[in-house]
């Protein structure tokens, strides 16, 4: 029989600073807060935002890592899978829960917004991130793409007149 798949991937924005504990092991376990919001426009043409709050769970050196770089109202891409609970309170009511168990984690937004870090993944194995996958400029962490390290900026003073010629023609891009 064929294996289904539990994908889920949100962008969006922290509504509270990390929570971060550790088992008695000391795995890192974090839960964050995500709410991400969309546009429409009713029947009037009225823009109308919904805003959804997702419960987002990272386990292990992930955990680390987001609760170590994120802050509350820092935008980050997540991708993980739905798993849901049903538990018993304190009250003797059964609840339920849906959360998001993170996998793979893109800090996005400039240094001052508290993003602009890494790509980070959490592999199947172990809770050790893994590389990423590739070394996209700018927060977005663009997949595919070449596996070249970016060039290094030159460095070279500038001549008379402010114009630098020590500059070489046979740029890669």
């Given at each position: ?22 088992t008695q092991g000391g795995m890192a376990i974090t ?44 935008s980050v891409y997540v991708e993980g899978s739905l ?91």
């Amino acid at each position: 029989m064929a294996r289904g798949i539990n994908k889920v991937i949100l962008v969006g924005n922290l509504g509270n600073d990390p929570e971060t504990r550790y088992t008695q092991g000391g795995m890192a376990i974090t839960r964050i807060s995500l709410a991400t919001t969309s546009v429409r426009k009713d029947k009037d043409g009225n823009n109308q935002e919904r805003t959804e709050w997702h419960r987002v769970v990272f386990f292990g050196k992930l955990g680390e890592i987001a609760g170590e770089y994120l802050r509350k109202g820092s935008s980050v891409y997540v991708e993980g899978s739905l798993r849901y609970d049903k538990y018993t309170g304190n009250d003797g009511v059964e609840k339920y829960s849906t959360d998001i168990i993170a996998d793979e984690m893109q800090m996005l937004g400039g240094r001052g917004e508290g993003g602009g870090g890494g790509n980070f993944e959490r592999s199947e194995r172990s809770s050790a991130p893994r590389a990423p996958r590739s070394e996209g400029g700018g927060g977005a962490g663009a997949r595919g793409g070449s596996s070249r390290p970016a060039p290094a900026p030159a460095q070279s003073t500038p001549q008379s007149g402010g114009f630098d010629d020590s500059f070489d023609d046979d740029i890669p891009f």
